[in-house]
T-cell receptor, first 115, second 113 residues
Framework: EAGVAQSPRYKIIEKRQSVAFWCNPI?????LYWYQQILGQGPKLLIQ????????DSQLPKDRFSAERLKGVDSTLKIQPAKLEDSAVYLCASSQDISPYNEQFFGPGTRLTVL | DQQVKQNSPSLSVQEGRISILNCDYTNSMFDYFLWYKKYPAEGPTFLIS?????DKNEDGRFTVFLNKSAKHLSLHIVPSQPGDSAVYFC????????????FGKGTHLIIQP
């Protein structure tokens, strides 16, 4: 079974530029999560989708971050414009369904550096 | 406001001995707790979990203990092996439909030969 795929693996941009990350979850997984992990911290949930609907985006900085999962499969996370403090690893995870007892499988992450 | 706290940034243990990683939480709504293991340049992988209705869960060399009154959990690894060297994250989930995880900062476990 293929795992969660993310691209790109690394990205370096200047502040005020835009950037987008892509995630393809495990086949058949209805729930998809985006987490932000700043160096020295644990992952922080940004947004959770159930199929193509948003379940929780309370911690997403909506003035600059947006995410979509239009067909209920893969997802993109965008930052526009980027700030220095957005430098982090962006992790995508998926689970079979919306239950805390379903294991969340994580992708390798995209490491973003904002200069 | 750290709702899940791992106060030891790193821990060094001799191979073959017991590793004990600790985690404290403040949110009494959390009812499910998990440990994830992370190697460099990889995403976290699930290790073991425990529901708030239990006080112990065991899986091979890994045991998680939960003390609800103290809002404390611990992960025991016995015996510790070189491949256990990694960053370990404690995570918690609250009730309700949204089940995103709240993570601690992690503990870097180093197994010495």
């Amino acid at each position: 079974e293929a795992g969660v795929a993310q691209s790109p693996r690394y990205k370096i941009i200047e502040k005020r530029q835009s950037v987008a990350f892509w995630c393809n979850p495990i086949s058949g997984h209805a729930t998809l999560y985006w987490y932000q992990q700043i160096l020295g911290q644990g992952p922080k949930l940004l947004i959770q989708f159930q199929n193509n609907g948003v379940v929780d985006d309370s911690q997403l900085p909506k003035d600059r971050f947006s995410a979509e999962r239009l067909k209920g499969v893969d997802s993109t996370l965008k930052i526009q414009p980027a700030k220095l403090e957005d430098s982090a690893v962006y992790l995508c995870a998926s689970s079979q369904d919306i239950s805390p007892y379903n294991e969340q499988f994580f992708g390798p992450g995209t490491r973003l550096t904002v200069l | 406001d750290q709702q899940v706290k791992q106060n030891s940034p790193s821990l060094s243990v001799q191979e073959g001995r017991i590793s004990i990683l600790n985690c404290d939480y403040t949110n009494s709504m959390f009812d499910y707790f998990l440990w994830y293991k992370k190697y460099p340049a990889e995403g976290p992988t699930f290790l073991i979990s425990i529901s708030s209705i239990k006080d112990k869960n065991e899986d091979g060399r890994f045991t998680v203990f939960l003390n609800k009154s103290a809002k404390h959990l611990s992960l025991h690894i016995v015996p510790s092996q070189p491949g256990d060297s990694a960053v370990y994250f404690c995570a918690a989930s609250g009730g309700g439909g949204a089940d995103g995880l709240t993570f601690g900062k992690g503990t870097h476990l180093i197994i010495q030969p």
